[in-house]
Protein backbone atom coordinates (compact mmCIF):
# COMPACT_ATOMS: atom_id res chain seq x y z
CA UNK A 1 0.00 0.00 0.00
CA UNK A 2 1.72 3.12 -0.96
CA UNK A 3 1.14 6.41 1.35
CA UNK A 4 0.61 10.11 0.46
CA UNK A 5 -0.16 12.60 2.16
CA UNK A 6 -3.96 12.44 0.32
CA UNK A 7 -4.26 8.58 0.83
CA UNK A 8 -6.29 9.22 3.75
CA UNK A 9 -8.53 10.55 1.70
CA UNK A 10 -9.16 7.21 0.01
CA UNK A 11 -11.38 5.99 3.33
CA UNK A 12 -14.44 8.00 4.90
CA UNK A 13 -13.52 10.06 7.67
CA UNK A 14 -16.96 10.00 10.14
CA UNK A 15 -15.11 13.16 11.69
CA UNK A 16 -14.70 15.59 8.49
CA UNK A 17 -18.04 17.59 9.07
CA UNK A 18 -19.65 18.32 6.05
CA UNK A 19 -18.80 21.41 4.35
CA UNK A 20 -21.61 23.65 2.89
CA UNK A 21 -19.01 24.23 0.28
CA UNK A 22 -16.34 21.67 -0.20
CA UNK A 23 -14.57 23.55 -3.17
CA UNK A 24 -14.05 26.38 -0.62
CA UNK A 25 -12.21 23.87 1.89
CA UNK A 26 -9.81 22.53 -0.58
CA UNK A 27 -8.80 26.21 -1.79
CA UNK A 28 -8.15 26.73 2.30
CA UNK A 29 -6.07 23.95 2.14
CA UNK A 30 -4.08 25.03 -1.12
CA UNK A 31 -3.65 27.99 0.44
CA UNK A 32 -2.17 26.70 4.01
CA UNK A 33 0.42 24.40 1.94
CA UNK A 34 1.76 27.49 0.94
CA UNK A 35 2.15 28.45 4.48
CA UNK A 36 5.62 28.29 6.30
CA UNK A 37 6.32 25.40 8.66
CA UNK A 38 5.13 25.80 12.13
CA UNK A 39 7.55 23.24 13.55
CA UNK A 40 10.58 21.53 11.96
CA UNK A 41 11.83 17.91 11.36
CA UNK A 42 15.36 18.76 13.28
CA UNK A 43 12.96 18.94 16.51
CA UNK A 44 10.81 16.26 15.30
CA UNK A 45 13.53 13.94 15.46
CA UNK A 46 15.37 15.66 18.90
CA UNK A 47 11.92 14.83 20.39
CA UNK A 48 11.59 11.28 18.98
CA UNK A 49 14.78 10.57 20.15
CA UNK A 50 14.17 11.70 23.75
CA UNK A 51 11.12 9.97 23.66
CA UNK A 52 13.39 6.77 23.07
CA UNK A 53 15.29 8.12 26.60
CA UNK A 54 12.22 8.10 28.53
CA UNK A 55 10.83 5.19 27.10
CA UNK A 56 13.99 3.49 28.36
CA UNK A 57 13.83 4.55 31.89
CA UNK A 58 16.05 7.79 31.54
CA UNK A 59 13.40 10.42 31.81
CA UNK A 60 9.51 11.45 32.32
CA UNK A 61 7.41 13.52 30.15
CA UNK A 62 5.23 16.02 30.89
CA UNK A 63 2.11 16.01 28.60
CA UNK A 64 -0.60 19.00 29.22
CA UNK A 65 -2.74 21.81 28.51
CA UNK A 66 -6.30 22.64 27.32
CA UNK A 67 -8.85 19.57 26.25
CA UNK A 68 -9.43 22.26 23.35
CA UNK A 69 -7.71 25.79 23.24
CA UNK A 70 -10.13 28.43 21.34
CA UNK A 71 -9.60 31.63 19.79
CA UNK A 72 -11.47 33.66 22.32
CA UNK A 73 -9.20 32.26 25.06
CA UNK A 74 -5.61 33.75 23.09
CA UNK A 75 -4.00 36.17 25.36
CA UNK A 76 -0.46 36.71 26.15
CA UNK A 77 -1.41 36.04 30.15
CA UNK A 78 -3.20 33.00 29.13
CA UNK A 79 -0.10 31.74 27.17
CA UNK A 80 2.50 32.33 30.02
CA UNK A 81 0.61 31.21 32.32
CA UNK A 82 0.38 27.30 30.66
CA UNK A 83 3.90 27.72 30.42
CA UNK A 84 4.51 28.75 34.17
CA UNK A 85 2.35 25.77 35.42
CA UNK A 86 4.14 23.00 32.77
CA UNK A 87 7.91 24.95 33.89
CA UNK A 88 6.57 24.48 37.67
CA UNK A 89 5.31 20.86 37.45
CA UNK A 90 8.49 19.47 35.13
CA UNK A 91 10.58 21.71 37.59
CA UNK A 92 8.60 19.69 40.43
CA UNK A 93 9.00 16.15 38.64
CA UNK A 94 12.57 17.01 37.90
CA UNK A 95 13.42 17.60 41.68
CA UNK A 96 11.43 15.73 43.43
CA UNK A 97 11.07 12.86 40.89
CA UNK A 98 15.12 12.89 40.08
CA UNK A 99 14.71 12.56 36.85
CA UNK A 100 14.82 14.65 33.47
CA UNK A 101 11.82 16.16 32.02
CA UNK A 102 10.40 16.36 28.32
CA UNK A 103 7.55 19.06 28.41
CA UNK A 104 4.91 18.57 26.09
CA UNK A 105 2.30 21.32 25.68
CA UNK A 106 -0.93 20.51 24.31
CA UNK A 107 -0.86 24.05 22.84
CA UNK A 108 -0.37 25.73 19.35
CA UNK A 109 -2.99 23.51 17.65
CA UNK A 110 -4.93 21.79 19.69
CA UNK A 111 -8.46 23.06 17.90
CA UNK A 112 -10.32 20.34 16.65
CA UNK A 113 -12.61 18.26 18.93
CA UNK A 114 -14.21 14.42 18.47
CA UNK A 115 -17.46 14.46 19.62
CA UNK A 116 -19.91 11.32 20.30
CA UNK A 117 -22.87 12.74 18.31
CA UNK A 118 -23.06 14.83 15.45
CA UNK A 119 -25.34 17.31 16.14
CA UNK A 120 -27.74 18.29 19.47
CA UNK A 121 -30.72 20.37 20.00
CA UNK A 122 -30.34 23.46 21.22
CA UNK A 123 -33.78 25.56 22.44
CA UNK A 124 -35.57 23.40 19.92
CA UNK A 125 -33.42 23.89 17.10
CA UNK A 126 -31.12 20.92 15.75
CA UNK A 127 -27.33 22.31 15.10
CA UNK A 128 -24.24 20.69 14.43
CA UNK A 129 -22.20 19.94 17.40
CA UNK A 130 -19.39 22.59 18.54
CA UNK A 131 -16.33 20.48 16.57
CA UNK A 132 -13.42 22.99 17.85
CA UNK A 133 -12.45 26.01 16.72
CA UNK A 134 -10.66 24.74 13.62
CA UNK A 135 -14.14 24.00 12.25
CA UNK A 136 -16.98 25.80 14.43
CA UNK A 137 -17.96 28.56 16.15
CA UNK A 138 -19.11 27.17 20.54
CA UNK A 139 -22.48 29.64 20.03
CA UNK A 140 -25.24 27.14 20.00
CA UNK A 141 -27.13 28.57 16.45
CA UNK A 142 -27.11 27.16 13.44
CA UNK A 143 -24.96 30.01 11.76
CA UNK A 144 -22.06 29.44 14.11
CA UNK A 145 -22.20 26.06 14.18
CA UNK A 146 -21.94 25.93 10.38
CA UNK A 147 -18.62 24.20 9.49
CA UNK A 148 -16.42 27.84 7.90
CA UNK A 149 -13.57 26.92 6.18
CA UNK A 150 -11.78 30.17 7.06
CA UNK A 151 -11.58 28.92 10.55
CA UNK A 152 -8.73 25.99 9.81
CA UNK A 153 -6.45 29.25 8.24
CA UNK A 154 -7.12 30.95 11.79
CA UNK A 155 -6.50 28.38 13.65
CA UNK A 156 -2.85 28.36 11.80
CA UNK A 157 -2.06 32.08 12.96
CA UNK A 158 -3.60 31.37 16.38
CA UNK A 159 -0.87 28.54 16.42
CA UNK A 160 1.70 30.29 14.78
CA UNK A 161 1.30 33.23 17.16
CA UNK A 162 0.93 31.10 20.41
CA UNK A 163 4.77 28.88 19.48
CA UNK A 164 6.26 32.01 18.58
CA UNK A 165 5.46 33.39 22.23
CA UNK A 166 6.41 30.15 23.89
CA UNK A 167 9.80 29.99 21.99
CA UNK A 168 10.60 33.10 23.46
CA UNK A 169 9.39 32.46 26.96
CA UNK A 170 11.74 28.74 26.44
CA UNK A 171 14.33 30.31 25.19
CA UNK A 172 14.75 33.69 26.27
CA UNK A 173 15.33 34.07 29.82
CA UNK A 174 11.65 33.47 31.56
CA UNK A 175 12.29 29.88 31.88
CA UNK A 176 15.73 30.68 33.70
CA UNK A 177 15.73 28.64 36.71
CA UNK A 178 17.08 30.95 38.51
CA UNK A 179 13.47 32.38 38.21
CA UNK A 180 11.27 29.48 39.62
CA UNK A 181 10.94 31.02 42.63
CA UNK A 182 9.11 33.86 40.56
CA UNK A 183 6.52 31.72 38.87
CA UNK A 184 4.65 30.99 41.53
CA UNK A 185 0.82 31.78 40.81
CA UNK A 186 -0.63 34.53 43.37
CA UNK A 187 -3.76 32.79 43.38
CA UNK A 188 -1.78 29.33 44.99
CA UNK A 189 -2.58 30.53 48.15
CA UNK A 190 -3.09 29.48 51.08
CA UNK A 191 -2.51 25.45 50.27
CA UNK A 192 0.49 23.51 51.46
CA UNK A 193 1.46 23.45 47.60
CA UNK A 194 2.50 26.80 48.31
CA UNK A 195 5.04 25.97 51.06
CA UNK A 196 6.30 22.83 48.92
CA UNK A 197 6.90 24.56 46.07
CA UNK A 198 8.22 27.59 48.18
CA UNK A 199 10.61 24.79 49.93
CA UNK A 200 11.95 23.41 46.67
CA UNK A 201 12.94 26.33 45.39
CA UNK A 202 14.82 27.07 48.42
CA UNK A 203 16.60 23.58 47.78
CA UNK A 204 17.07 24.92 44.38
CA UNK A 205 18.69 28.16 44.77
CA UNK A 206 21.32 26.20 46.99
CA UNK A 207 21.97 23.80 44.54
CA UNK A 208 23.01 26.11 42.48
CA UNK A 209 24.90 28.24 44.48
CA UNK A 210 27.24 25.24 45.19
CA UNK A 211 27.28 24.49 41.56
CA UNK A 212 28.22 28.44 40.61
CA UNK A 213 31.02 27.81 43.44
CA UNK A 214 32.37 25.24 41.53
CA UNK A 215 31.95 26.45 37.90
CA UNK A 216 32.28 29.99 38.31
CA UNK A 217 29.58 31.32 35.99
CA UNK A 218 26.62 28.59 36.92
CA UNK A 219 25.23 26.24 34.70
CA UNK A 220 25.08 28.27 31.76
CA UNK A 221 22.50 26.39 30.17
CA UNK A 222 19.64 26.59 33.03
CA UNK A 223 18.59 29.74 31.32
CA UNK A 224 16.88 28.10 28.69
CA UNK A 225 14.38 24.65 28.14
CA UNK A 226 13.11 22.37 25.51
CA UNK A 227 9.19 22.95 25.19
CA UNK A 228 7.15 20.64 22.41
CA UNK A 229 4.27 20.97 21.09
CA UNK A 230 1.24 18.40 20.12
CA UNK A 231 -2.47 18.22 19.33
CA UNK A 232 -4.77 15.34 18.33
CA UNK A 233 -4.42 14.38 14.84
CA UNK A 234 -8.13 15.13 13.58
CA UNK A 235 -8.67 17.26 11.31
CA UNK A 236 -6.63 16.10 8.53
CA UNK A 237 -7.09 19.17 5.96
CA UNK A 238 -5.65 20.93 8.08
CA UNK A 239 -2.74 18.00 8.57
CA UNK A 240 -2.21 16.96 5.38
CA UNK A 241 -1.96 21.04 4.45
CA UNK A 242 1.16 21.28 7.04
CA UNK A 243 2.56 17.38 5.95
CA UNK A 244 5.85 18.56 3.94
CA UNK A 245 9.36 16.76 3.10
CA UNK A 246 12.24 17.42 5.72
CA UNK A 247 14.67 19.04 3.63
CA UNK A 248 17.66 16.73 4.68
CA UNK A 249 16.50 13.45 4.35
CA UNK A 250 13.52 13.93 2.24
CA UNK A 251 11.38 12.20 4.92
CA UNK A 252 7.36 13.57 4.73
CA UNK A 253 6.96 15.23 8.33
CA UNK A 254 3.90 17.19 10.02
CA UNK A 255 4.99 20.02 10.76
CA UNK A 256 1.73 21.31 12.57
CA UNK A 257 3.25 19.71 15.97
CA UNK A 258 6.20 18.01 17.00
CA UNK A 259 4.14 15.32 18.39
CA UNK A 260 0.73 14.02 17.15
CA UNK A 261 -1.72 11.17 18.90
CA UNK A 262 -4.28 9.61 17.81
CA UNK A 263 -7.96 9.18 19.67
CA UNK A 264 -9.41 6.73 21.44
CA UNK A 265 -11.95 7.05 19.17
CA UNK A 266 -9.44 7.16 15.86
CA UNK A 267 -7.03 4.31 16.68
CA UNK A 268 -8.33 1.64 14.51
CA UNK A 269 -6.65 0.05 11.35
CA UNK A 270 -9.47 1.78 8.64
CA UNK A 271 -9.16 5.27 10.21
CA UNK A 272 -8.13 7.91 7.79
CA UNK A 273 -6.04 9.33 10.67
CA UNK A 274 -4.02 6.10 10.98
CA UNK A 275 -3.16 5.64 7.24
CA UNK A 276 -2.11 10.03 7.31
CA UNK A 277 0.10 9.13 10.23
CA UNK A 278 1.94 5.90 9.31
CA UNK A 279 3.18 7.64 6.78
CA UNK A 280 5.40 10.78 8.48
CA UNK A 281 8.33 10.68 10.78
CA UNK A 282 6.87 12.42 13.71
CA UNK A 283 6.35 10.60 16.99
CA UNK A 284 2.63 9.38 17.42
CA UNK A 285 0.66 9.05 21.02
CA UNK A 286 -2.27 6.19 20.67
CA UNK A 287 -4.81 6.75 23.52
CA UNK A 288 -5.90 3.43 24.88
CA UNK A 289 -9.54 3.63 26.72
CA UNK A 290 -10.90 0.05 28.20
CA UNK A 291 -11.81 -1.47 25.50
CA UNK A 292 -8.64 -1.81 24.34
CA UNK A 293 -8.58 -4.76 26.68
CA UNK A 294 -10.57 -6.78 24.87
CA UNK A 295 -8.42 -5.97 21.53
CA UNK A 296 -5.08 -6.82 20.06
CA UNK A 297 -3.11 -3.52 19.45
CA UNK A 298 -0.34 -5.58 17.16
CA UNK A 299 -1.72 -5.02 13.80
CA UNK A 300 -2.03 -0.87 14.91
CA UNK A 301 1.60 -0.74 15.88
CA UNK A 302 2.44 -2.96 13.07
CA UNK A 303 1.07 -0.37 10.59
CA UNK A 304 2.48 2.62 12.30
CA UNK A 305 5.77 1.33 13.39
CA UNK A 306 6.99 -1.59 11.18
CA UNK A 307 10.28 -0.56 12.03
CA UNK A 308 9.67 -0.79 15.51
CA UNK A 309 11.48 2.38 16.30
CA UNK A 310 12.29 3.66 19.83
CA UNK A 311 11.04 6.79 20.38
CA UNK A 312 8.08 6.09 17.56
CA UNK A 313 5.16 5.16 19.44
CA UNK A 314 3.58 6.21 22.71
CA UNK A 315 0.94 3.83 24.29
CA UNK A 316 -1.21 6.91 26.15
CA UNK A 317 -3.69 4.88 28.54
CA UNK A 318 -7.11 6.05 29.64
CA UNK A 319 -9.22 3.23 30.96
CA UNK A 320 -10.25 5.16 34.01
CA UNK A 321 -9.37 4.19 37.50
CA UNK A 322 -11.72 1.73 38.13
CA UNK A 323 -10.07 -0.50 35.06
CA UNK A 324 -7.21 0.40 35.42
CA UNK A 325 -5.62 -2.27 36.76
CA UNK A 326 -7.07 -5.09 34.91
CA UNK A 327 -6.77 -3.37 31.16
CA UNK A 328 -3.27 -2.37 32.19
CA UNK A 329 -1.58 -5.12 33.47
CA UNK A 330 -2.81 -7.34 30.61
CA UNK A 331 -2.03 -4.74 28.13
CA UNK A 332 1.76 -3.75 29.27
CA UNK A 333 2.60 -7.88 29.69
CA UNK A 334 1.22 -8.68 26.11
CA UNK A 335 3.35 -5.30 24.40
CA UNK A 336 6.18 -6.09 26.42
CA UNK A 337 6.19 -9.77 25.14
CA UNK A 338 6.31 -8.42 21.86
CA UNK A 339 9.44 -6.43 22.25
CA UNK A 340 8.09 -3.53 21.18
CA UNK A 341 9.82 -0.19 22.46
CA UNK A 342 7.27 1.50 23.48
CA UNK A 343 6.32 4.80 25.80
CA UNK A 344 3.90 4.43 28.29
CA UNK A 345 1.88 7.25 29.40
CA UNK A 346 -1.10 7.87 31.55
CA UNK A 347 -3.75 9.79 30.78
CA UNK A 348 -5.67 10.15 34.38
CA UNK A 349 -8.26 12.50 32.52
CA UNK A 350 -10.30 11.11 30.13
CA UNK A 351 -11.66 7.87 31.94
CA UNK A 352 -12.77 9.70 34.95
CA UNK A 353 -15.94 11.48 34.11
CA UNK A 354 -18.32 12.49 36.89
CA UNK A 355 -20.84 15.22 36.95
CA UNK A 356 -21.68 17.31 39.63
CA UNK A 357 -25.33 17.92 41.45
CA UNK A 358 -26.59 20.24 38.93
CA UNK A 359 -25.15 18.10 35.93
CA UNK A 360 -21.73 20.12 35.06
CA UNK A 361 -19.05 17.77 33.78
CA UNK A 362 -16.45 17.35 36.40
CA UNK A 363 -13.46 14.92 37.13
CA UNK A 364 -11.77 14.33 40.74
CA UNK A 365 -8.63 14.95 42.08
CA UNK A 366 -8.73 11.75 43.53
CA UNK A 367 -9.81 9.84 40.78
CA UNK A 368 -6.95 11.29 38.89
CA UNK A 369 -4.51 10.54 41.71
CA UNK A 370 -5.18 6.85 41.95
CA UNK A 371 -5.61 6.19 38.49
CA UNK A 372 -1.78 7.79 38.51
CA UNK A 373 -0.64 5.68 41.44
CA UNK A 374 -2.49 2.32 40.24
CA UNK A 375 -0.37 3.22 36.79
CA UNK A 376 2.66 3.10 38.62
CA UNK A 377 2.31 0.10 40.69
CA UNK A 378 1.49 -1.74 37.48
CA UNK A 379 4.52 -0.43 35.69
CA UNK A 380 6.49 -1.39 38.27
CA UNK A 381 4.71 -4.79 38.72
CA UNK A 382 5.27 -5.46 35.06
CA UNK A 383 9.02 -3.89 35.01
CA UNK A 384 8.42 -0.95 32.76
CA UNK A 385 8.69 2.78 32.98
CA UNK A 386 5.85 4.83 34.16
CA UNK A 387 7.30 7.48 31.91
CA UNK A 388 4.47 9.96 30.97
CA UNK A 389 1.89 12.05 32.72
CA UNK A 390 -1.27 13.23 30.24
CA UNK A 391 -3.18 16.14 32.21
CA UNK A 392 -5.71 18.80 31.45
CA UNK A 393 -4.88 21.42 32.89
CA UNK A 394 -4.76 25.03 32.84
CA UNK A 395 -2.17 28.09 34.34
CA UNK A 396 -5.75 29.68 35.48
CA UNK A 397 -7.66 30.15 38.53
CA UNK A 398 -10.51 27.79 37.37
CA UNK A 399 -13.32 25.58 38.95
CA UNK A 400 -13.76 22.76 36.83
CA UNK A 401 -12.22 19.83 38.31
CA UNK A 402 -13.28 18.82 42.29
CA UNK A 403 -10.76 18.33 44.89
CA UNK A 404 -7.32 19.16 45.88
CA UNK A 405 -5.76 21.09 49.06
CA UNK A 406 -7.54 24.29 48.11
CA UNK A 407 -10.78 22.67 48.45
CA UNK A 408 -12.69 23.05 45.08
CA UNK A 409 -15.81 22.16 46.10
CA UNK A 410 -18.60 24.62 44.08
CA UNK A 411 -17.77 24.75 40.46
CA UNK A 412 -20.44 27.15 38.99
CA UNK A 413 -17.90 30.33 40.24
CA UNK A 414 -15.06 29.33 37.62
CA UNK A 415 -16.09 27.27 34.96
CA UNK A 416 -14.73 28.16 32.16
CA UNK A 417 -13.51 25.30 29.69
CA UNK A 418 -15.32 25.06 26.40
CA UNK A 419 -14.93 20.69 26.53
CA UNK A 420 -13.68 18.64 29.40
CA UNK A 421 -12.79 20.03 32.77
CA UNK A 422 -9.37 21.10 33.39
CA UNK A 423 -6.67 20.56 37.02
CA UNK A 424 -6.55 24.39 37.47
CA UNK A 425 -2.68 25.56 38.30
CA UNK A 426 -2.92 24.79 42.34
CA UNK A 427 -4.69 21.58 41.67
CA UNK A 428 -1.86 20.95 39.24
CA UNK A 429 1.40 21.99 40.88
CA UNK A 430 0.00 19.34 43.71
CA UNK A 431 -0.46 16.51 41.28
CA UNK A 432 2.64 16.95 40.27
CA UNK A 433 4.33 16.87 43.86
CA UNK A 434 1.61 14.09 44.88
CA UNK A 435 3.18 11.80 41.66
CA UNK A 436 6.61 12.63 42.11
CA UNK A 437 6.82 11.36 45.70
CA UNK A 438 4.97 8.44 44.87
CA UNK A 439 7.46 7.51 41.62
CA UNK A 440 10.66 8.16 43.77
CA UNK A 441 8.89 6.55 46.77
CA UNK A 442 8.01 3.20 44.14
CA UNK A 443 11.08 3.59 41.99
CA UNK A 444 13.22 0.22 42.64
CA UNK A 445 16.61 0.63 43.91
CA UNK A 446 19.33 0.79 41.28
CA UNK A 447 22.62 2.38 40.74
CA UNK A 448 23.65 5.61 41.36
CA UNK A 449 22.07 7.69 38.57
CA UNK A 450 24.60 9.45 36.30
CA UNK A 451 24.47 13.20 36.64
CA UNK A 452 21.29 15.02 35.41
CA UNK A 453 22.28 17.25 32.17
CA UNK A 454 21.85 20.79 33.14
CA UNK A 455 20.16 20.97 29.56
CA UNK A 456 17.11 19.29 30.75
CA UNK A 457 16.74 20.31 34.44
C1 LIG B 1 -8.83 14.43 24.50
O1 LIG B 1 -7.65 14.15 24.72
O2 LIG B 1 -9.31 15.57 24.69
C2 LIG B 1 -9.73 13.34 24.05
C3 LIG B 1 -10.86 13.58 23.41
O3 LIG B 1 -9.28 12.13 24.39
P1 LIG B 1 -9.74 10.65 24.02
O4 LIG B 1 -9.54 10.48 22.54
O5 LIG B 1 -8.83 9.81 24.83
O6 LIG B 1 -11.19 10.53 24.42
CO1 LIG C 1 -10.43 16.25 26.67
Known amino acids: MSWSRESWRSSKDPYLPEYPDPQALELAGEKLKTYPPLVFAGEVRQLKAELALAGSGKSYILQGGDCAETFADFTALGIRDTFRVLLQMALIFTFVGEKPVIRLGRVAGQFAKPRSAATEVVAGEEVMTYRGDMINGIEPNPRSRTPDPERMLEAYFHSAATLNLLRAFAGGGYADLYRAGKWLFDFVGNSSVRHQYENLVKNINKTLSVMRAYTESGPPSAQKVDLYCSHEALFLPYEEALAR ?34 GLINPVGIKCGPKVAGESLEPLLERLDPHQEPGRITLI ?113 EMA ?17 APVSARFW
Not at 259 to 266: D, H, I, N, S
Not at 384 to 403: D, S
Not at 437 to 449: D, F, R
Request: proline share 5%.
Open 317 to 429: LRAGVNQAEKVYSRLIRTVKASGRPVVWMLDPMHGNPRHDSTGLKTRYFSDILTECEVFINVCRAEGVHPAGFHLEMTGKNVTECIGGSDRVENLQSRYETTCDPRLNASQAL
Open 433 to 449: FAIAEYLVNTAPAEKPA
Open 245 to 278: NDSLTGDPVATSAHFLWLGERTRHLESPQVEFLR
